[in-house]
């Protein structure tokens, strides 16, 4: 048996460099304004300058736990008001939104980011008239990378805007809402949502430790971990190993959140939302709530 190495010689690399310059030429460049243009269209929806408001009805799927109305102008949530009645709170809690309170969509201002770069892109695209079809190739490849991530922004929301990382400023509600309610907002599948949650503080051990203080991996966490990779062992013999070993563990207490309850609702977008980058990005670890 024998093997061939095949070179490709300059005049079939010479081939392929041309055919790159004409795709770029004839093909991409001029879809360029195009493509800007609807661009700019979307950011302008989503952008601080646009006071447009749109008003949704706020429900709880085949439920009657949650009802209300929700208003977005641009990026932020300019009005609230819901009804709650679930019986792991114990009484109706009317909420609204205090005037002159905005809560940010912060999956819209990461869209308005991603837009803002990608026109910035194309700008920059167009001025390089004279380069190297494998380096126009390249940034077209971070275009294509700025307009997915937009997209999904809308799809799902980060870890970082949901439960137990982020939790709505209690005191921007009328009345405060409970310590032991998290109502946050997000974007799910290009659907504006409410997710309700009602916790109850755990403060025996070994439940309120945690044992990873930098990654936030409290000692529920762990188990719930374990219980995931190994599902032919019982529940009872996996606390078992746990809990022996828990005590060799340098661990600090703290309130651990259970969550009794939990209930979704959804206001359909028919528009994003403006965004703005600034410092109103969370920094908190709280709850999380889902709106569909």
């Known amino acids: 048996m024998s093997t061939q190495i095949f070179l490709p010689s300059e005049k079939l690399c010479a081939d392929s460099t041309k055919e790159q310059e004409w795709l770029i030429d004839e093909v991409?460049?001029?879809?360029?304004?195009?493509?800007?243009?609807?661009?700019?269209?979307?950011?302008?929806?989503?952008?601080?300058?646009?006071?447009?408001?749109?008003?949704?009805?706020?429900?709880?799927?085949?439920?009657?736990?949650?009802?209300?109305?929700i208003s977005r102008s641009n990026f932020r949530v300019t009005g609230l008001s819901v009804s709650i009645r679930s019986k792991n709170i114990g009484r109706a809690l009317h909420l609204r939104l205090k005037d002159n309170?905005?809560?940010?969509?912060?999956?819209?201002?990461?869209?308005h980011d991603l837009i803002y770069n990608a026109i910035n892109t194309i700008g920059k695209i167009q001025t390089l008239q004279e380069t190297q079809p494998a380096v126009l190739l390249k940034i077209l490849s971070t275009l294509h990378r700025q307009i997915q991530l937009a997209k999904k922004s809308l799809l799902f929301p980060t870890e970082a805007y949901m439960f137990p990382r982020?939790?709505?400023?209690?005191?921007?509600?009328?009345?405060?809402?409970?310590?032991?309610?998290?109502?946050?907002?997000?974007?799910?599948?290009?659907?504006?949502?409410?997710?309700?949650?009602?916790?109850k503080p755990i403060t025996h051990r070994p439940w309120d430790l945690i044992i990873d203080v930098p990654n936030r991996v409290s000692f529920a966490d762990h188990v719930r971990a374990k219980i995931s990779q190994d599902r032919t062992r019982s529940i009872s013999t996996i606390l078992a190993v746990l809990l022996h070993g828990v005590e060799d563990v340098k661990q600090i207490p703290r309130r651990k959140h259970h969550v009794r309850g939990?209930?979704?609702?959804?206001?359909?977008?028919?528009?994003?939302?403006?965004?703005?980058?600034?410092?109103?990005?969370?920094?908190?670890?709280?709850?999380?709530?889902?709106?569909?």
Do not use: W
Not at 277 to 290: I, K, T, V
């Open 262 to 292: 939990q209930q979704r609702q959804s206001g359909r977008r028919d528009d994003p939302g403006d965004v703005r980058r600034g410092d109103e990005r969370p920094d908190a670890s709280l709850d999380h709530h889902q709106a569909g």
């Open 101 to 111: 309170s905005t809560l940010i969509l912060r999956q819209l201002l990461d869209c």
């Open 28 to 69: 991409i460049r001029p879809q360029l304004p195009n493509i800007k243009e609807n661009l700019a269209s979307c950011m302008a929806k989503i952008s601080e300058n646009n006071g447009e408001e749109f008003k949704f009805p706020l429900s709880s799927h085949n439920s009657e736990t949650l009802k209300g109305v």
């Open 166 to 199: 982020y939790r709505l400023p209690h005191q921007l509600f009328e009345p405060e809402l409970p310590e032991n309610v998290a109502l946050d907002l997000v974007i799910s599948n290009s659907d504006l949502s409410i997710d309700l949650k009602v916790i």
